[in-house]
């Protein structure tokens, strides 16, 4: 669903640009509360790995595509407000590096990828792990239904913002029929790669999936015919529960997909790109500012082999992410402790 440039008009990019801008400062200071010594270190790594899965284009309906738009993945791995900065900083390093999404559209990439998924997203998870029994499997299958309602919520917002700012004299009925319909098939896909990430995820780490915490059940006893809770055990020192582990293996396994898999990927065209052919809303697109970058198209230049060119690009993608991502979170992190740290007086 990147939307490239010329698709909306000036003004309304720069309003969903001021959107953009004012959800990432909020969400800048709502991550300095998430980020903690558990997901401080996933959230670099989850920017990553959405880049890599974003790369594997799976088919959905006849010469149609879709792939993650990753929203409800962050925001229950590591947080809405960390959500909302992953999946920005995954669409920045796309538009920049590999000419995908329009830079003048990037304040509309932003708002309806990152900000409407990851809201949709985490609202309708909460919702759900309120009333299903609290155990890791209502874990799962919230964020399966988070994800499934997260796509085409970004697809109707695209059309409303398309009602507002198109540039193409298009009937909107037929736009958004098109849009929510190709996307709630895209949508589940979303929730099955959803779903068995952060189901992966819970069953080696719990403590790492900030969607789950404060589910475990209360054990109780029977003392004197009353039931009592039983006192929580002792946590053991985040020290001994090295991250390492897990880090490896998600940076490894984004390196994998988006470096081989990810050359198996459908060719056909993701769903907007679809629908925009079909409609004519396409027929103002303009040339990408950085249509000559190196990168371009997630190939590396001057590189004939496209199996080697996607898979260097693939490779090239997630390093710069992960890197990028990691900095940014760090420094946020960073920012808290410096704040949380007592100031010395004298008396």
Not at 108 to 132: C, E, P, Q, S
Not at 230 to 236: E, F, N
Request: proline letters at 4%; one cysteine or more; glycine letters at 10%.
């Amino acid at each position: 669903m990147h939307v490239p440039d010329g698709f909306i008009n000036a003004p309304v990019s720069a309003a969903t640009g001021v959107v953009a801008a004012g959800a990432v400062a909020v969400s800048l200071r709502g991550a300095r509360r998430e980020l903690d010594e558990r997901t401080a270190p996933l959230a670099g790594l989850v920017a990553a790995f959405i880049f890599a899965v974003q790369m594997l284009n799976f088919p959905v309906a006849a010469g149609t595509s879709g792939h993650l738009l990753g929203g409800a993945l962050a925001a229950i791995l590591v947080g809405p407000f960390t959500g909302v900065l992953c999946v920005s900083v995954v669409l920045l390093m796309q538009g920049i590096l590999f000419a995908d999404g329009g830079l003048t559209a990037l304040g509309v990439n932003v708002t309806d990828m990152a900000i409407v998924t990851t809201v949709v997203a985490y609202a309708v998870f909460r919702g759900l792990v309120k009333v299903l029994p609290r155990t890791r499997r209502s874990v799962t299958v919230a964020s399966f239904a988070a994800a499934l309602l997260s796509v085409p919520a970004a697809a109707l917002v695209f059309t409303l913002l398309y009602a507002v700012g198109g540039t193409t004299d298009v009937a909107i009925g037929k736009v958004a029929t098109a849009m929510i319909g190709v996307h709630v098939l895209i949508g589940i896909g979303e929730a099955a790669i959803t779903a068995l990430t952060v189901g992966a995820v819970i069953a080696v780490r719990p403590d790492l999936v900030y969607g789950a915490r404060g589910l475990q059940q209360k054990l109780k006893l029977r003392v004197n015919g009353e039931l009592v809770d039983v006192p929580d055990a002792q946590p053991v020192p985040v020290a001994a529960r090295s991250h390492r582990t897990l880090w490896i293996t998600g940076l490894v396994s984004s390196l994998v997909l988006a470096g081989f898999v990810s050359f198996y990927a459908s060719a056909n065209p993701d769903g907007l790109e679809k629908v925009a052919a079909d409609k004519g809303i396409d027929q103002r697109t303009k040339e990408h500012a950085n249509a000559d970058s190196p990168l371009a198209g997630y190939g590396v230049k001057d590189i004939e082999d496209a199996r080697l060119s996607g898979g260097l690009a693939g490779v090239i993608g997630v390093g710069v992410t992960v890197v990028a991502g990691s900095t940014v979170f760090w420094a946020v992190r960073r920012r808290r402790t410096d704040e949380a740290s007592p100031v010395s007086t004298s008396v």
